[in-house]
């Protein structure tokens, strides 16, 4: 793998200061003979915001698989909080905070806008009480997902969709309710696969600016997929570049865009999907 970040080590190599909330150690993951991660490595510093670029087919989608729990390791670890986590189930790993979406936006049409997010929060109030109190503690509970989730459509502008069956709401503001629907988890670490496909210009530019708002506040730390770099220039802090399984730069997104075997990997790439 060709090192970009030689210039800028300690905003990148997690050894100093920073700490690294995920740790990725030589994973790979086998199906028959098809080897979609192969041998990948890399740390994600907290409260960074980091895209994972490349061509189709380059194993992005298995690598965020392979993290969030879904698939299993053939080899290799993954340390989430200075945890291992690769053999713990993924409704585990999501309760400890490392949340993700999907290519595909998963939002359930016949539940409201509202009622999608508010069966995104995690936990189960008033189980270990009975009659009148249980009652209290779910119906408490339900007014502050409400409550959670009204904040949450209003930061990306779909308010009065709220009480709407989201079967109504276009491609592109179902990705949108699909991230709020990732954030009402309170995620340390989300995981982005394609926000932006199938997103209209103006949707994407919503999409980019609730990410850059989020960013500031520091809370959370970004892995986002993108089969586009410009797209995510701006946003990331670093970006890795992955083609045939592998990871080929890693570094800032300026050295990235500029980068030899980048825009080999790319254009080659590219040329294959226009034909
Ligand atoms: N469960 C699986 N079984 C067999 N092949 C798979 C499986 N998951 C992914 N692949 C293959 O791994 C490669 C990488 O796919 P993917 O991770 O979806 O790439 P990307 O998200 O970068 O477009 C593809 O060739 C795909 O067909
Ligand atoms: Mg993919």
């Known amino acids: 793998m060709e090192n970009l970040a030689s210039a800028s080590s300690t905003s990148l190599d997690n050894s100093s200061s920073d700490f690294a909330i995920l740790d990725v150690r030589n994973i790979s993951v086998s199906f028959g003979g098809v080897r ?15 895209s994972v670029i490349g ?9 965020f698989n392979l993290i969030s729990g879904m698939n299993k390791v053939s080899a290799g670890e993954i340390i ?4 291992a986590i690769q053999a713990i ?5 999501a309760q400890k905070g490392l949340i993700r979406t999907f290519q595909g936006a998963k939002i359930i049409k016949r539940l409201t806008v ?18 009148f109190l249980r009652i209290r503690a779910r119906r408490d509970f339900e007014a502050q997902a409400r409550a959670e989730a009204m904040r949450r459509l209003d930061q990306v502008g779909l ?23 990732a954030l ?73 865009y500029e980068n030899e075997v980048v825009i080999d990997a790319y ?7 226009i034909k």
């Open 36 to 50: 979609p991660v192969q041998d990948v490595s890399f740390k994600i510093s907290e409260n960074s915001f980091t």
């Open 184 to 256: 009402m988890a309170k995620p340390s670490l989300l995981l982005l696969d394609e926000p932006f496909a199938g997103v209209n210009p103006t949707l994407v530019e919503k999409l980019i600016m609730v990410l850059g708002e989020l960013r500031k506040e520091k809370s959370m730390t970004f892995l986002l997929i993108e089969h586009d770099l410009e797209t995510v220039m701006n946003i990331s802090d670093r970006v890795i570049v992955m083609a045939d399984g592998k990871i080929i730069a890693d570094g800032l997104p300026g050295a990235i």
């Open 89 to 93: 189930h993924p409704h585990k790993i």
């Open 114 to 131: 509202a009622e999608n997010l508010m069966m995104a929060v995690q936990g189960n109030p008033g189980d270990n009480l009975s009659g």
């Open 159 to 181: 308010t009065k969709f709220a009480d709407e069956y989201a079967g109504i709401l276009s491609g592109g503001q179902r990705k949108l309710l699909d991230l709020s629907r």
């Open 267 to 273: 254009l080659g790439s590219r040329r294959k999907e």
């Open 55 to 63: 061509p189709n087919g380059a194993g992005k989608t298995s690598l």
């Open 80 to 83: 989430f909080r200075q945890q």
